[in-house]
């Protein structure tokens, strides 16, 4: 479930203004559902209730045991399919940088991209390998960011982030697993709306809630949600902030000295409202989403099916 933090700004104003409450109900996601909850700004007591409201809702939050035994099944092997796509990533993104501004060290996009490749371990032979394809003119590819939109199962959708060097390609491609995974392709701007663009740092176990809601706050962070693991025990937090203020935030939380799992940390397409499905739809999503993720062009694939 989702803890709601304060902006910076509002901290700031809390601490100088009165304890008048500016009371908001947002919608947020937990791992069993959805659920409304309230935000109270400038007010000393509001954020130790929704620390409260948190700890409640952990403590009686119903676990899907069927669907999570699957879930957890079906993540067994998959890790390093998971790195395989994010290396050819970070592959792409270093051919980009390359043949837009060169190897060279004043290439501040370059070093940025070397800079989170190596806090993820992508090996030195790929990172190499793709500075000297680039450098090769001969060799080097263009690619492009594309995003993608399909219906899926039970009133679902789905955004397909791709990185590809032939769009006509990977629009067949993509369609070709959509409509095999019993998806229905949609145009641009048909499923869109129901996501929002978010930054995500993904936070270990090994701090406290209250420092991570202070650090957090501070860093101009919007929302903190507590992450379990496999067997739906605590394993840290996702800190959520806006587009604009993620690079912050995670430098912040760097500096700070948090544990960061880059390889969950960036920026992600977030449902609005995620949709509940019976079983059976939820598994046809589910192997929808590992088709689509077989696609060699489809970098990441996002849906609003909840659970998914």
Excluded at 49 to 63: E, G, K, T, W
Excluded at 193 to 213: A, C, L, P, T, Y
Excluded at 241 to 260: C, K, P
Excluded at 267 to 286: C, K, S, W
Aim: net charge negative.
């Amino acid at each position: 479930m989702v803890v709601s933090l304060l902006s910076a700004t509002a901290a700031r104003l809390a601490s100088a203004s009165s304890s008048t409450s500016l009371v908001s109900s947002v919608r947020a996601r937990s791992n069993g559902g959805t659920l409304w909850r309230t935000i109270y700004q400038h007010s000393a007591t509001g954020r130790a209730q929704l620390q409260q409201r948190a700890a409640f809702h952990r403590s009686v939050m119903p676990v899907l045991m069927g669907r999570r035994a699957a879930k957890i099944a079906a993540r067994k092997g998959k890790s390093d399919a998971k790195k395989a796509k994010l290396y050819g990533r970070f592959g792409k993104q270093i051919q980009q940088a390359v043949r837009a501004a060169g190897p060279g060290t004043d290439n501040l996009r370059l070093q940025e991209i070397l800079k989170q490749a190596k806090l993820v371990s992508v090996p030195n032979d790929i990172i190499e390998r793709n500075i000297k394809k680039a450098a090769d003119s001969k060799n080097a590819n263009e690619f492009q960011e594309c995003v993608y939109e399909a219906y899926g199962i039970g009133g679902t959708a789905f955004l397909i982030e791709c990185l590809t060097d032939n769009v006509n390609r990977t629009v067949t491609d993509v369609k070709t697993a959509v409509t095999k995974g019993g998806g229905k392709w949609a145009d641009a701007g048909s499923v869109l709306f129901n996501f929002q663009r978010q930054g995500v740092v993904r936070i270990g176990k090994g701090v406290s809630e209250d420092e991570i809601f202070d650090l957090a706050i501070e860093a101009g962070a919007e929302d903190v949600q507590p992450v379990e693991d496999e067997q739906g025990l605590p394993d840290g937090y996702k800190v959520i902030s806006t587009l604009e203020q993620f690079g912050e935030v995670r430098d912040a939380l760097t500096a700070a000295g948090m544990d960061i799992n880059q390889e969950d940390t960036g920026l992600v397409f977030a449902p609005m409202a995620p949709v509940e499905v019976d079983d059976q739809a939820f598994a046809e999503n589910e192997a929808l989403l590992e088709r689509l993720l077989e696609v060699d062009d489809v970098d990441v694939v996002f849906s609003n099916c909840e659970g998914l």
